[in-house]
């Protein structure tokens, strides 16, 4: 399974709740922060929902 790097570049002050605890169940939070994840189907669904504030790259 492909191994994925997800590094927040926004800010998540202006978004929604549902953004913000996507965004901690991913590991992340501050501008910057990076985790690396295996890729799946669930992943993808919580990437789809903060698209607009993280990076991934493939690790």
Known sequence: ??????TQTRSEI???????GTLE??????R???VERDDSPQLQGQLRVV???VEVEEA
């Open 1 to 6: 399974m492909p191994r994925l790097t997800i």
């Open 14 to 20: 202006r978004s929604n709740p549902h953004q913000k």
């Open 25 to 30: 169940a991913l590991g992340l939070g501050k």
């Open 32 to 34: 910057g922060r990076r």
């Open 51 to 53: 698209t607009h504030l």
